[in-house]
C-alpha cells in the first residue's frame, strides 16, 4: 500500500514500485489522502476558467488512468480537500485535509488497511518530502494508522518512507544536461549535498529500470499538472533506466540494523494476502 497526498504524487517516488509489484502479481493499494483540488492546469485542452471548478474531478480520473497504467490494484481516496502549498489562502478551508480531525483521518486510512490487508507501507518522511502541509498530514496519519493496526491479525509488517539519493541525484541531473534538459529549480548555486541524504543511509534500492518507461507514462497522463515539456517526460525512453531505474527507500518498521540494505520490500515478511 502507497498512501499519498495528490494524484500524481504515485509517480514520482513510487511509480516504478507499483509496477513492478503489480507485474510480479502483489496486490497493489493506492490511497490518495485528497484528489487535488488546489493544483494548476496545464492541459492544452482546457481553460482554466472552465476546469478549476472541477479539478478535483479531472484529477481523480487522471490518477485512476496513471494507476491503471501501472497495474495498480486498488484506488481508494480518504475525501478530504486539498490543503494548497503552505502558507497560502487556500490553507484556511475547513475542508481541507490539514485541518481534518487527526483521529478521523487516521481512522479512515485503518479501515482501508483492514480492507486490504497490506504487508507493507509506503509514504513520506517527517518533511512530506518538500514540505507540503498535505504531504506532512499524510506521514502523520500513515504514521498513526500502522501503529494502531500493526499487531492486529490482519495488520501491516513493514513500513517505509521514500528516499532521495544524494549520489543518484547528481548523476541524474547530469544526464539530464547531457541531453540539453535542466531542472528549473537546480540554478548554478544549487547545492546538492543538502539534499536528499547519502546512499548509505538509505535502506532499500529497489531496481525500476524495467518499469521506468511505464513510470514516466503515467506521469503524462496527470496532464492538469504535468506539462508537455517537463524534464522527466523529455528524457528519451531508452535512457530513462540507465538514470531513473531505481527508487530509494527508508524502512522505518521494523528498524533496521546498522548497516541493513534491501533490494525487496516484502523480504522478512509473512505470507497472507500479498499487497504492496
Not at 511509480?15 to 509489484?21: D, F, I, Q, R, T
Not at 471548478?53 to 481523480?60: N, S, Y
Not at 539519493?165 to 547528481?170: D, I, N, T, V
Not at 528498524?255 to 504492496?276: I, K, M, N, S
Request: hydrophobic share 35%; glycine share 8%; aromatic share 10%.
Amino acid at each position: 500500500m502507497a498512501v499519498h497526498a495528490h494524484p500524481d504524487d504515485e509517480v514520482f517516488s513510487t511509480g516504478g514500485l507499483l509496477a513492478k509489484y503489480a507485474d510480479e502479481g502483489a496486490r497493489v493499494v493506492v490511497v490518495y489522502c485528497t484528489r487535488g483540488e488546489a493544483g494548476e492546469m496545464h492541459h492544452p485542452d482546457l481553460t482554466a476558467e472552465e476546469a478549476m471548478p472541477r479539478l478535483g474531478e479531472i484529477r481523480e480520473q487522471e490518477a485512476r488512468e496513471a494507476a491503471r497504467i501501472l497495474g495498480v490494484t486498488d484506488v481508494y481516496f480518504l475525501g478530504y480537500r486539498d490543503s494548497g502549498m503552505k502558507d497560502t489562502e487556500p490553507n484556511k478551508n475547513p475542508e481541507n485535509f490539514m485541518n481534518a480531525p487527526f483521529e478521523e483521518a487516521t481512522g479512515r486510512l485503518v479501515d482501508i488497511i483492514r480492507d486490504t490487508q497490506p504487508q507493507v507501507i509506503v509514504t513520506y518522511d517527517e518533511d512530506g518530502g518538500y514540505g507540503h502541509p498535505d504531504h506532512i498530514m499524510t506521514h502523520k496519519a500513515s504514521v498513526a494508522a500502522f501503529e494502531a493496526s500493526k499487531d492486529e491479525p490482519w495488520g501491516p509488517q513493514k513500513l517505509y518512507f521514500s528516499g532521495r539519493s544524494r549520489e543518484a541525484f547528481r548523476e541524474y541531473v547530469e544526464a539530464l544536461r547531457d541531453h540539453g534538459i535542466e531542472i528549473p529549480w537546480v540554478t548554478g548555486d544549487f547545492n546538492f549535498d543538502e539534499f536528499g541524504m547519502p546512499n548509505s543511509e538509505i535502506t532499500a534500492n529497489i531496481d525500476i529500470s524495467k518499469y521506468a518507461a511505464l513510470k514516466q507514462q503515467a506521469l503524462a497522463v496527470h496532464r492538469t499538472q504535468i506539462p508537455a515539456d517537463f524534464f522527466y517526460l523529455k528524457l528519451p525512453t531508452n535512457e530513462l533506466g540507465r538514470y531513473a531505474g531505481v527508487e530509494f527507500f527508508l524502512r522505518v518498521e521494523p528498524p533496521p540494523l546498522p548497516g541493513e540494505h534491501e533490494d525487496d520490500l516484502f523480504v522478512g515478511t509473512q505470507p497472507r494476502r500479498v499487497a504492496a
